[in-house]
């Protein structure tokens, strides 16, 4: 999550930015979005590739999707 938010010492910047609180340690509606947002993009993009790969490996063992 650090490096999502751009890399040690980027909770100051959220901070400045109003993406997070004064305590450093907790984020603002804003912030949780923004995080919730960058979260769901990259489990997307990963499920994306691990069903490709799945029809890749599936069509070169003569199967279908249908078959699965």
């Known amino acids: 999550m650090q490096e ?3 890399g040690k010492g980027a909770m100051r ?3 400045t ?3 997070a609180q004064g305590d450093h340690v907790h984020f603002t509606t804003t912030g949780y979005r ?3 947002y960058t979260l769901f993009r990259d489990l ?3 499920y994306e590739k691990y ?3 799945r029809e890749e490996l599936a069509g070169s063992n003569g199967q279908t ?3 699965q």
């Open 4 to 6: 999502k938010m751009g």
């Open 13 to 15: 910047e959220w901070v």
């Open 17 to 19: 930015a109003g993406l």
């Open 34 to 36: 923004r995080l919730g």
């Open 44 to 46: 997307m993009y990963n």
């Open 51 to 53: 069903n490709k790969v």
């Open 65 to 67: 999707s249908a078959d």
